[in-house]
C-alpha cells in the first residue's frame, strides 16, 4: 500500500547499528527525519551522511531526531561511519537502520514487495532506496522526497522544508515559494479576510485567494 501526506507511519521493527527499536517509540514526542540509503560504503550516500552529521545541532533546536537507512547490515553500519566521520569531520551521533532484509523499503513503499537482493549486488539493485521522510510528533508523514542515485539530497531544503512544516502545523497558514525563515507567510483560506486580520493583525491582501501576513517573533 502506498503511503501518503498525513498517513501514519507503520510502527515498524527496526534494528540498528545502536540497538533495537519501533518506529514509533523512536519518533517520541519529536519531530523526525529518516533518510534512506541503498547501500553503505558508496561515493554520493557518504556525502549525505556527512551533511547530515554535520547540522547536529540544526536538528536539536528543531527538537528533531534523526535516522538513516541502508540495506546493508550492522557491522557494515559501524564500519561506515567510521569513514562518514574521516570525511565529513562530524561525530555521526545517529542510528542507522539496518534493512537487510528490505523489510522497511518495503514497507514505505521504496522497493517492490518482490524486491530482493542478489548476490554480489551493486547500489543500482536497491536505487529506489533514495527517500527522505519527515514524520511529525503525531507519527503521521509530513514530506517524501525521493532522488536518484546521481544527484546528492540538499539538506539545507530539508532543514528549511522541517522549518515550514513546524511554523505551519496546526496553524491556517502556509508558506510561499522559496520562503525563508522570518519572511512573510500565508494565510489560508480557511479563514475570511476579518478573520486573518483578528487572528495574525496585519494582512496583505494581494489577490483575494492570496493573503500573506509577518509573523511577530
Known sequence: MSLRINDIIPNLDLLTDEGSYKLH?????????LFSHPKDFTPVCTTEFGAVA???SEWEKRNTKVIGLSVDGVEEHKKWKKDIERFSGATATFPIIADENLAVSKALNMLPAEAYLPDGRTAADSASVRSVFII??????????????????????????????????????ATPANWEVGQDVVVALSLDDDQAKQKYGNV??????????????
Open 54 to 56: 554535520q547540522l547536529t
Open 25 to 33: 517509540d523512536f519518533i517520541g514526542n519529536s519531530w523526525t527525519v
Open 204 to 217: 496583505d491582501i494581494k489577490l483575494p485567494y492570496l493573503r500573506t501576513t509577518k509573523l511577530a517573533g
Open 136 to 173: 511529525s510528533p503525531d507519527k503521521k508523514i509530513q514530506l517524501v522526497m525521493t532522488y536518484p542515485m546521481s544527484v546528492g539530497r540538499n539538506f539545507a531544503e530539508v532543514l528549511r522544508a522541517l522549518d515550514g512544516l513546524q511554523l505551519t502545523y496546526g496553524q491556517p497558514l
